[in-house]
């Protein structure tokens, strides 16, 4: 299961923009994460040959998704066998 992640600061004193959210099967999870991670590979393929600042930005941000997930899947495991988050 995933434990509450927030990602994506806007800025100092607004802190972050989005959540993963509690309770999310792990499988589910990393599906989606691979899912994210299989889209920017792809972007990144594309932005080889064509380069495009927003096509990078982009990549960024699903790389940035993908990490929220995998990390509150880890968090959610590790409070499942006992440890520290």
Do not use: W
Not at 62 to 67: G, I, R, Y
Request: hydrophobic fraction near 45%.
């Amino acid at each position: 299961m995933t434990v509450q992640r927030a990602f994506y600061s806007t800025g100092p004193t607004t802190g972050p923009l989005f959540d993963v959210r509690d309770g999310v099967p792990a499988l589910v999870s990393l599906e989606q994460a691979s899912c994210f991670l299989g889209a920017v590979y792809q972007t990144l393929q594309y932005t080889a040959e064509e380069p495009n600042a927003d096509v990078i930005y982009g990549a960024a941000y699903l790389t940035e998704m993908a990490k929220a997930v995998i990390d509150s899947v880890a968090s959610g495991l590790a409070l499942q066998q006992g440890g520290a988050v």
